[in-house]
Nanobody, 121 residues
Framework: QVQLVESGGGLVQPGGSLRLSCAAS????????MGWYRQAPGKQRELVAG???????NYGDSVKGRFAISRDNAKNTMYLQMNSLKPEDTAVYYC???????????????WGQGTQVTVSS
């Protein structure tokens, strides 16, 4: 079946950088919009950034100018380059994707398991 697997999280000092990856695998025919979301303790999940299959992007206001989303359609992989990290960026980061499968009954929105990003000195 379809799986989304995030990687690249960890502990980083304020002002540092991290690069997250999200790899989709399984019986995938096509992937539509992909996105990164995050959820901090006691807060609602929020959109960090999104990218369409054509490469159009959008960002949450709090990360504009610091984060960059990209994707490699040949590898079914999405990335999030995070620069100038702040303590308030600390959260579990999730990837999501709208996926069409060869078995159309399995098409839909999929989520990864999440990866922890901690920004602290």
């Amino acid at each position: 079946q379809v799986q989304l697997v995030e990687s690249g999280g960890g502990l980083v000092q304020p002002g540092g950088s991290l690069r997250l990856s999200c790899a989709a695998s399984g019986s995938i025919f096509a992937i539509n919009t992909m996105g990164w979301y995050r959820q901090a303790p006691g807060k609602q999940r929020e959109l960090v950034a999104g990218i369409t299959s054509g490469g159009s992007t959008n960002y949450g206001d709090s990360v504009k100018g610091r984060f960059a989303i990209s994707r490699d359609n040949a590898k079914n992989t999405m990335y999030l380059q995070m620069n100038s990290l702040k303590p308030e960026d600390t959260a579990v980061y999730y990837c999501s994707a709208g996926i069409h499968t060869y078995d159309s009954a399995a098409s839909g929105d999929y989520w990864g398991q999440g990866t922890q990003v901690t920004v602290s000195s």
